[in-house]
């Protein structure tokens, strides 16, 4: 089955800076990569995803990038805000149902 | 709309018992997962319904099963509770979004087994 792999476990950033997570995947058939975002106590709530047709994406502040090849994907959050802090998961799944096999989760912290 | 609501909020169970949680859809969505949160473990899967029907199934052992109605609300149960189920216990239900399926996540069933 798919293994999804997620480094860092924690990072701390100053307010401002960027953030980069990273996640390998394992099943080439993998073509959807969605990021959730947790805050603490709350729910997990999807802030970005991309498909395996798509090399980038971007929102604002936050983007994600795909390398098939490689089979890892990529969080990067810019001019990062204290509201940034939270637990982020990366995921990885097919097109045979809703199964999503999670990252570990990086927990961020922005310094002010 | 409401969200994905589960109920009970929080259990405590002493080992070897049983436990039923509950999972209400948002109105409209037919897919409900569940999954398992614990701590440095992330999210794992347990299982997917559709239709009533169980579509996908994570690697947990049989105590864990679970169904769907035909209202889309789903069910979780757990025989035998071990010390190791202890976690957060989420579901969700999803909507596909023209790139992906997006899961929208209730608040969680937090079970401590003693």
């Known amino acids: 089955g798919e293994n999804v792999e997620q480094h860092p476990s924690t990072l701390s950033v100053q307010e401002g800076d960027s953030a980069v997570i990273k996640c390998t995947y394992s099943?080439?058939?993998?073509?959807?990569f969605p990021w959730y975002k947790q805050e603490l106590g709350k729910r997990p709530q999807l802030i970005i995803d991309?498909?395996?047709?798509?090399g980038e994406k971007k929102d604002q502040r936050i983007a994600v990038t795909l390398n098939k090849t490689a089979k890892h994907f990529s969080l990067h959050i810019t001019e990062t805000q204290p509201e940034d802090s939270a637990v982020y998961f990366c995921?990885?799944?097919?097109?045979?149902?809703?199964?999503?096999?999670f990252g570990t989760g990086t927990s961020l912290t922005v310094i002010p | 709309k409401a969200g994905v609501t589960q109920t009970p909020r929080y259990l405590i169970k002493t080992r070897g018992q049983q436990v039923t949680l509950s999972c209400s859809p948002i109105s409209g969505h037919r897919s409900v997962s569940w999954y398992q949160q614990t701590p440095g473990q992330g999210l794992q899967f347990l299982f997917e319904y559709f239709s009533e029907t169980q579509r996908n199934k994570g690697n947990f052992p049989g105590r864990f099963s679970g169904r769907q109605f035909s209202n889309s609300r789903s069910e979780m149960n757990v025989s035998t509770l071990e010390l190791g189920d202890s976690a957060l216990y989420l579901c969700a239900s999803s909507l596909w979004q023209g790139v992906g399926e997006k899961l929208f996540f209730g608040s969680g069933t937090q079970l401590s087994v003693l």
């Open positions: 991309i498909r395996s047709n798509v």
């Open positions: 099943d080439s058939a993998s073509n959807y």
């Open positions: 995921a990885a799944s097919k097109d045979t149902g809703n199964q999503f096999y």
